[in-house]
């Protein structure tokens, strides 16, 4: 399994979409606060459709909460700022699957501390960033990808 973490999400249908990704997949998703909007959105509950019951949800008050509960597994943070392309590591069962806000991504205090852990999707250079849930869909279909996508066939 995975784990999919959402740094302050601002769009409610991108976190549903996300939720109903995560349900499929059986993987975990991860919400820090402050969000944009409340989980009892019906734009989000529309987005995740029926898959919500199905999705294994947390919520923290910080990502250094999510950093210290989850030491132990390694952490990916997706940045357009990042050097390294998000294909060209290995994703070990556990990991965690960081992404930032749709307006902001994860800011440079977090992607300072932990660069070592940053990856990037390629896009051209002049265009500010992809749909947070397609990315997260890119993203973690790698990493299932990688892992033979253990569990799903």
């Known amino acids: 399994m995975f784990h999919i973490v959402l740094v302050e999400p ?3 249908q991108n976190t549903g979409n996300i939720s109903r990704t995560c349900a499929v997949t059986g993987c975990a998703l991860h919400l820090v606060h402050p969000l944009g909007f409340s989980i009892d959105d019906r734009h989000l509950k529309r987005a ?3 898959y ?6 947390y919520e923290h008050s910080s990502f ?3 950093e210290e509960r989850y030491a132990d597994h390694p952490f990916f ?6 050097e390294r392309i998000y294909s060209d590591v290995a994703y070990p069962e556990g990991s965690f699957l960081v992404f930032g806000k749709e307006t902001a991504g994860l800011g440079p205090e977090l992607l300072n501390r932990r660069s070592a852990d940053a990856v990037r999707i390629p896009m ?6 992809l749909n947070l849930s397609n990315s997260v869909a890119i993203a973690l279909y790698e990493a299932l990808r990688q892992n033979g996508f ?4």
């Open 10 to 12: 601002e769009i409610p």
């Open 48 to 50: 995740g459709l029926d």
């Open 52 to 57: 919500w019951k199905d999705l294994d949800l």
């Open 64 to 66: 250094r909460e999510v």
């Open 77 to 82: 943070l997706f940045s357009t700022h990042a």
């Open 124 to 129: 051209l250079p002049d265009q500010r960033s």
């Open 150 to 153: 253990a569990g799903l066939l």
